[in-house]
């Protein structure tokens, strides 16, 4: 009679993997733990942001036309999308270190489900993420933000914000499994982050010259920005929110893929 060995199965795909939900939450938890030993890491991750909100609404928002609302109402979605892709870049750091310190490697001798490190450390960035997200609102709030949104359309941000999150989060992925050192990891966040400078995200597209304007309003970043304000308004995001909402979707479709694909190859 012949026995099979866990050694001697063919590996199953991550999805019908019964040991997935079990790996990935043990190893959630250690992550969590770590950006609990840190945080300044959370900190650290919203001072950009904040420190450009509180430039913007000071020094450069009595100069800046932008409706007939408070400028800090029509600056806070863009902030909210800089606070994500600075916070991703943690992401892409923690991850490095675990793969240049054969944390995979040694993994690959267990019986553990091997995307149960990559979705340990996207749900990590997740969860740090909307805590960052949380204090940048916070002092956005204390500086005079206000909403009339209601309770769905607080819902419908944080649905576009988590979806975003996945998506650069999952992007992240690439440079944290082949980049080989920590600035070649760190790096990668800077067009993320400049991105929302030629958006809508700080001022109207209307009056930027004609190239940078057609650019501006085809790239992801403005129906995005244009959705969450529209939403945090308590205006209907008509089909702004449509084309925001296939942008988050189709990045993190395209970023999911790259990333298992990189996964795969680097370890496999």
């Not at 939900?21 to 733990?33: G, I, P, Q, S, Y």
């Not at 932008?66 to 806070?76: C, I, S, T």
């Not at 054969?102 to 489900?113: D, K, T, V, Y």
């Amino acid at each position: 009679m012949t026995t099979t060995t866990t050694t001697d199965r063919a590996p199953q795909p991550a999805l019908k993997d019964p040991r997935l939900l079990r790996d990935t939450t043990v190893l959630l938890k250690r992550c969590l733990r770590h950006v609990l030993r840190s945080p300044d890491t959370i900190v650290t991750t919203a001072v950009t942001p904040v420190a450009l909100l509180l430039l913007f609404v000071y020094v450069f928002g009595g100069a800046i036309e932008a409706g007939d609302g408070r400028y800090v109402d029509y600056l806070l979605p863009g902030v909210l999308l800089i606070t994500v892709a600075s916070g991703v870049a943690y992401t892409a750091f923690r991850l490095h270190t675990d793969v240049a310190g054969g944390l995979s490697e040694r993994f690959r001798s267990m019986p553990i489900a091997r995307s149960a490190l990559l979705w340990a450390h996207v749900l990590t960035s997740v969860v740090a993420n909307l805590l960052s997200l949380a204090l940048v609102v916070l002092i956005a709030v204390l500086i005079g933000f206000r909403s009339s949104a209601g309770v769905l359309a607080w819902l419908a941000v944080a649905g576009i914000l988590v979806l975003f999150v996945l998506a650069l989060t999952w992007l992240a992925v690439v440079p944290g499994l082949l980049a080989t050192s920590v600035d070649g990891v760190s790096g990668f966040s800077y067009p993320l982050i400049f991105l929302p400078f030629i958006s809508s995200a700080f001022v109207p597209t209307d009056g930027m010259p004609g190239p940078v304007r057609w650019f501006a309003r085809n790239q992801p970043v403005t129906p995005i920005v244009d959705t969450l304000r529209d939403l945090l308004a308590g205006r209907p995001a008509g089909d702004g929110g449509w084309v925001a909402l296939a942008w988050c979707l189709g990045l993190l479709v395209v970023a999911h893929a790259l990333a298992v694909l990189t996964y795969r190859r680097r370890i496999g």
